[in-house]
Nanobody
Framework: QVQLVESGGGLVQTGGSLRLSCAVS????????AGWFRQAPGKEREFVAV????????YYADSVKDRFTISRDNAKNTVSLQMNSLKLEDTALYYC?????????????????WGQGTQVTVSS
C-alpha cells in the first residue's frame, strides 16, 4: 500500500520557521524524486521544491528560494522541507509528492504519488 504521510504543519508567526516531513511507504523511495507543492484557498496547487532520488539536484520555486530547503533521508524513506523566514503568503496546505525522473519538475501532472497534505498557517 502506497502511503505518503506529511507532518509538521501548524501555526507560526511571520518570520518564524517550520519543518515539514513526509514519510513514504510502499514505494521504491530511493529511486524516486520527491517534492513539495502547496495550495492556498482559492488558488491552484503550486510547485514549491523537488529533490532528485540521490539528493544531488534540487529545484525551488522563486517565491521560496533562499528561505526553504528540501532534503531527504533514503534510509528512513523521508523527505523534509525546512521553511524559514515565513511570510503570510506561505499560508497553504502543503503536499508531499513523488515521481520517477525530474524533468518538468514544476508540473503537478508529472507526479505519480501524493500525500493528503499538512496545513501551514502564518500569522502576523
Amino acid at each position: 500500500q502506497v502511503q505518503l504521510v506529511e507532518s509538521g504543519g501548524g501555526l507560526v508567526q511571520t518570520g518564524g520557521s517550520l519543518r515539514l516531513s513526509c514519510a513514504v511507504s510502499g514505494l521504491p523511495f530511493s529511486s524516486l524524486a520527491a517534492g513539495w507543492f502547496r495550495q492556498a484557498p482559492g488558488k491552484e496547487r503550486e510547485f514549491v521544491a523537488v529533490i532528485s532520488w540521490g539528493g544531488s539536484t534540487r529545484y525551488y520555486a522563486d517565491s521560496v528560494k533562499d528561505r526553504f530547503t528540501i532534503s531527504r533521508d533514503n534510509a528512513k524513506n523521508t523527505v523534509s522541507l525546512q521553511m524559514n523566514s515565513l511570510k503570510l503568503e506561505d499560508t497553504a496546505l502543503y503536499y508531499c509528492a513523488a515521481r520517477r525522473g525530474i524533468t518538468s519538475y514544476s508540473l503537478r501532472s508529472q507526479y505519480d504519488y501524493w500525500g493528503q497534505g499538512t496545513q501551514v498557517t502564518v500569522s502576523s
